[in-house]
RNA sequence: GGAUCCUUAGCUCAGCUGGUUAGAGCGCUACAUUCACACUGUAGAGGUCAGAAGUUCGAAUCUUCUAGGAUCCACCA
């Protein structure tokens, strides 16, 4: 037995495997076929891959290679993400570490210089790490959502949706992070708890309770529900005189059903334009609205003497003036309030009213419904469906405008008309156009300023599975060929954010769903069950493990355990399973090479040194005298039984991947691989072929065991070429081609 | 408060249009060892499928309830 090919899989050849794909345009679309297309989910460039995009990466590598090898016209699409709020507070906290400057100390210009620093830095090691996940992509094709193509898409998008008047500005209530003086839209923010003083003070006739004194200087409505009998004699409109903290307010009596007669006292005062609730009380009741806190988070003149300081250090002042007014009823120290923080920036949030931009929810949800409750869009799991429908049908607008620098800029602008001095009163409007205006449509003038405000990045996400093939170009080839995609694969977390949202904007946009199935993986945990971050310190990061194990490894590990939807409990000992998985099959691979080899050419006098691993031409020339000759890939007419019972169960596994791909129960399919190769083939029936090839003296009977044996090992490396792509291009390569 | 999901061997998980003795990997025990592979092989121990009730000829699988856990959404003046 020649002991050339090294008892090893050597996975660290596997970067040259996939320049070799590459370069021979492995995976370029063939045009031929049934066209089967990914886009697959651009990651942030927020700074290198983790563990959940190598999941998520080689499931949709697993599906590619596998439509891929059915003959199917397959394109896998590259591209990434700007993530406006998340590389802007990352490239902050930089430039603050780095130069001690803060964003409004370098300026807009100076600053975005730095965003595409960062983004050239992130953005080569990204794309390293994707085709070291094994991922099909055609690069030809990367996008990026901050290219002048999406750049483009992005302002059409906005027009068009603006003509159809699904797209408005309002006057509406915010969430306002002043630390990062921008909007946070309600998704990136989270909760916490405080523990803080729960005050109770007299309003008039009342009581009311409150955790934030220090935001009542403006309240003069006092709420309370239509049905309380305590409040019946009250009339909605009734005024009273009442002493507040800065003397005497007319207060009026208004009556809502948002108020929950249960709590406290059961009556409250409203503050419309830093409450939502009450913003949105307000507005049913056409109430005014004051500000009483500036984007700063510090009092304005109305606070009177408090005017200037910081709301947080005002609170016990003003308490203390209420009570030395006798208006403190008491004060329950051991409440716990819940405070809203931005989890991008880390500050508090305090809401406040602007003018934003909004898109409609209601003009698109109907066709978002309908699209998956027809069929036309699966999801897997079909339970995340019940999810996706009751989150649609409370749908609120959506605030699509950010104050922030770094993201795709309004196609807006307003007429300053500082030049002409001799502006209308309609140069007021907006001017919403795809391209700059060169003019003001109303009076002329030239002098025109874009609206500061960025979109949200989901706003562009939105558009990507049609923006990357063309859109709006509604003849470009790939758009046509396309799209909608087949598949789109994602974490569970962000159906509403992304996956909702696709499909009403390729709804109202394109008039078509934007795919066909979405899948969506369960997310991974660390071994003890816990989220896996950074700020635990639990992540394990994918670049390591497959510098240690090889990168069809760590797939298999993590396609292996994961059913959609459910999380998965995660651990290197998974992946030292499946790379000693691919040890086995490597090994199975070189006694079959071998034996085949064997039997029909009397070579082996080749030097012992003969170094397989260098890349030599001898060693190549040697390699190709030991590999099998073309009649050994045919399966033998005659089989005995024992051959007979294997291959009627290997034609059973064959068929039930089939169904398993169909039914996207990946972790199956490759499980029972796992199981069929390593027991039945190598355990049993390559042992019962040793011993035949072995033992017999029929040289006839000997030949049809290794033919057995190779036709065997090469229809199961077949259906693990999805999963291990890399593994069976070495094994074809170095032992059988 | 609303919703979704989970609970199967020591650990991680399969198994679910209900049907022979409930499976795998890891771990554990004993044995083997030049013959593809110790990142190995052979044999084995280990489970009243969270609990209770119901439907059924038959339930891990369907229904209801109970207990424990996870996640998402809303609200908390």
């Not at 309600?186 to 004194?213: H, L, N, Q, V």
């Amino acid at each position: 037995m020649p002991k050339e090919i090294p008892t090893r899989y050597d996975h660290t050849k596997e970067p040259d495997i996939y320049a070799r794909w590459e370069a021979g345009g492995a995976f370029v679309p063939s045009g031929k076929g049934e066209p089967y297309s990914i886009v697959i989910p651009p990651p942030n460039v927020t700074g290198d891959l983790h563990l959940g995009h190598a999941l998520t990466y080689g499931i949709q590598d697993t599906i590619a290679r596998h439509q891929r090898r059915l003959g199917k016209d397959v394109l896998v699409l590259p591209g990434m993400d700007h993530a406006a709020i998340a590389v802007q507070a990352l490239v902050e906290k930089k430039i603050q570490k780095e130069k001690g400057l803060s964003r409004s100390q370098i300026g807009r210009e100076k600053f975005l210089e730095e965003v595409w620093v960062w983004i050239k830095h992130y953005m080569p090691r990204m794309e390293t790490s994707l085709k070291r996940f094994g991922l099909s992509a055609d690069w030809s094709r990367f996008r990026f959502t901050m290219d002048e193509h999406s750049k483009l898409a992005v302002r059409t998008a906005f027009v068009r949706l603006y003509e159809k008047g699904l797209i408005y500005k309002s006057e509406f209530i915010i969430n306002w992070d002043p630390k990062m003086q921008t909007t946070i839209s309600d998704d990136e923010i989270e909760y916490i708890e405080e523990a803080t003083s729960f005050y109770t003070f007299k309003f008039g006739p009342f009581e009311i309770s409150t955790a934030r004194p220090e935001t009542k200087f403006g309240d003069k409505y006092i709420v309370m529900h239509p049905r309380d009998k305590r409040y019946a004699k009250y009339k909605e409109g009734d005024t009273f005189e009442c002493e507040w903290i800065n003397g005497k307010i007319t207060a009026t009596i208004i009556k809502d059903e948002a108020v929950d007669p249960e709590f406290g006292t059961g009556v409250m005062t409203i503050t419309p334009w830093h409450d939502k609730t009450d913003f949105e009380i307000a507005t049913r009741h056409k109430l005014d609205k004051i500000q009483v806190i500036d984007q700063f988070g510090k009092l304005l003149p109305i606070a009177g003497e408090f005017a200037g300081r910081k709301i947080d250090e005002a609170r016990k002042d003003i308490a203390q003036k209420l009570k030395d007014k006798g208006l403190l009823v008491k004060v329950d120290e051991s409440y716990r309030h819940r405070v809203a923080v931005s989890y991008r920036g880390g500050g508090k949030i305090e809401p406040q009213i602007l003018p934003q931009w909004f898109m409609k929810a209601t003009a698109v949800k109907e066709a978002a419904i309908k699209a998956v409750k027809s069929g036309e869009i699966k999801f897997t799991p079909k339970n995340l469906e019940k999810l996706y429908f009751h989150w649609l049908k409370n749908l609120h607008d959506w605030c699509i405008s950010r104050q922030l620098w770094w993201g795709h800029e309004i196609p807006v602008w307003y007429c300053v008309g500082t030049d002409k001095g001799r502006c209308l009163p309609e140069c007021r409007e907006p001017i919403v156009s795809i391209e700059p205006p060169k003019s003001c449509p109303h009076c002329g003038s030239r002098d025109l300023e874009q609206d500061p405000d960025v979109l949200d990045t989901w706003f562009s996400s939105g558009l990507w599975p049609f923006s990357t093939l063309g859109w709006p170009n509604e003849e470009a080839p790939d758009l046509k060929r396309y799209f909608p995609t087949s598949f789109l694969e994602t974490a569970p977390e962000i159906i509403f954010f992304w996956v909702a949202r696709m499909i009403m904007l390729s709804e109202a946009l394109t008039g078509q769903v934007p795919f066909r199935h979405v899948y969506f993986h369960g997310f991974v945990l660390d071994a003890k069950g816990e989220k896996m971050s950074k700020s635990k310190g639990n992540v394990m990061d994918p670049m390591v493990m497959i510098d240690k194990y090889g990168s069809d490894a760590l797939r298999m590990s993590l396609l292996g355990g994961n059913s959609p939807g459910t999380p998965q409990r995660y651990s290197e000992q998974k992946i030292i399973k499946y790379r000693n998985f691919a040890t086995k099959v490597w090994n199975a691979s070189r006694y079959v090479a071998e034996a085949t080899a064997n039997q029909l050419s009397a070579v082996s006098n080749q030097p012992k040194n003969a170094a397989f691993e260098s890349q030599d031409e001898n060693s190549e020339r040697s390699a190709d005298s030991r590999k099998p000759k073309a009649e050994s890939w045919v399966l033998p007419s005659i089989l005995d039984h024992t051959e007979e019972k294997f291959f009627e169960k290997l034609a059973k596994l064959e068929a039930k991947n089939e169904k398993n791909f169909t039914d996207l129960k990946l972790s199956v399919a490759l499980e029972e691989l796992y199981e069929f190769f390593w027991h039945d083939f190598a355990d049993q029936f390559l042992e019962y072929e040793k011993t035949v090839i072995r033992e017999s003296d029929n040289k006839v009977r000997a030949k049809q065991a290794k033919s057995c044996l190779l036709v065997a090992l090469k229809r199961q490396l077949t259906i693990l070429s999805d999963f291990a792509p890399f593994l069976v291009e070495s094994i074809n390569k170095e032992m059988l081609s």
